[in-house]
Nanobody, 114 residues
Framework: QVQLVESGGGLVQPGGSLRLSCTAS????????MHWYRQAPGKEREWVAG???????NYADSVKGRFTISRDNAKNTVYLQMNSLKPEDTAVYYC????????WGQGTQVTVSS
């Protein structure tokens, strides 16, 4: 059974930082491409960042230069370091693992507000 468990969300002021974590089980993590998506209220889910099994990274233009995705294969964990947060970054953040098929976590809420 595949499980992805996100953590690290919360309330932060504009300009602040958060680090999200997603720990996977039930897959060979080192083979998986990992991605972060987000969904804001009333909006469609959007892709945020991705990291391949060889640790190549890619970012949506809206977060480039502010967010950093990384992975620790020894811990079966992918991270999303989010800096210079803006109110428009408020959303539920989901991690996904792509290994033949795509698996989703349950999401973690990030709220950027003063």
């Amino acid at each position: 059974q595949v499980q992805l468990v996100e953590s690290g969300g919360g309330l932060v002021q504009p300009g602040g930082s958060l680090r999200l974590s997603c720990t996977a089980s039930g897959i060979i993590f080192s083979f998986a491409a990992m991605h972060w998506y987000r969904q804001a209220p009333g909006k469609e889910r959007e892709w945020v960042a991705g990291i391949t099994s060889s640790a190549a990274t890619n970012y949506a233009d809206s977060v480039k230069g502010r967010f950093t995705i990384s992975r620790d294969n020894a811990k079966n964990t992918v991270y999303l370091q989010m800096n210079s947060l803006k109110p428009e970054d408020t959303a539920v953040y989901y991690c996904t693992a792509v290994v033949a098929t795509q698996y989703w976590g349950q999401g973690t809420q990030v709220t950027v507000s003063s």
